[in-house]
């Protein structure tokens, strides 16, 4: 099973919030080797509620097809959420505790509230 942990840093060009996503304890765009890339917090807090498709990882601007993002497919069980999805040819596959993800949903969305923050990006364009 895969940890995640989710915390607010700033966008590389800009130096505006933005969510930081780690995958036990490696920062996502590092795992993927790209630093262009984003989450887009209101499609990964949707995907804690069901399953289906969900443009959770996009460009830093918000256009998936810029970043050459697919949806990543989410699939709810009893006790844990798994996230299947490719990008640049290369298949990954996550498994999370659902406990996890609420919990790190909850947190982020405090921390968001409390603090006023507008992340980036503001919007996601799906891919075409």
Same mark, same amino acid.
């Given at each position: 099973?895969?940890?995640?942990?989710?915390?607010?840093g700033h966008t590389t060009d800009?130096?505006?919030?933005?969510?930081?996503?780690?995958?036990?304890?490696?920062? %996502?765009?590092?795992?993927?080797?790209?630093? !262009?890339?984003?989450?887009?917090?209101? /499609?990964? @807090? *949707?995907?804690?509620?069901?399953?289906?498709?969900?443009?959770?990882?996009?460009?830093?601007?918000?256009?998936?097809?810029?970043?050459?993002?697919?949806?990543?497919?989410?699939?709810?069980?009893?006790?844990?959420?798994?996230?299947? %999805?490719?990008?640049?040819?290369?298949?990954? !596959?996550?498994?999370?505790?659902?406990? /996890?993800? @609420? *919990?790190?949903?909850?947190?982020?969305?405090?921390?968001?509230?409390?603090?006023?923050?507008?992340?980036?990006?503001?919007?996601?364009?799906?891919?075409?």
């Amino acid at each position: 099973m895969n940890k995640l942990t989710l915390d607010i840093g700033h966008t590389t060009d800009t130096n505006e919030p933005t969510l930081l996503l780690y995958i036990d304890g490696t920062e %996502f765009r590092r795992i993927i080797l790209d630093n !262009s890339n984003a989450a887009f917090f209101p /499609n990964l @807090a *949707d995907s804690a509620k069901e399953s289906g498709d969900y443009l959770i990882l996009t460009c830093e601007c918000g256009v998936a097809d810029c970043g050459g993002w697919d949806k990543v497919h989410v699939v709810h069980s009893d006790n844990t959420i798994s996230w299947t %999805f490719t990008y640049n040819d290369k298949n990954f !596959s996550f498994q999370f505790g659902k406990n /996890n993800y @609420a *919990d790190e949903i909850r947190k982020i969305q405090a921390r968001i509230d409390s603090e006023k923050l507008v992340l980036q990006p503001q919007f996601a364009a799906d891919p075409e």
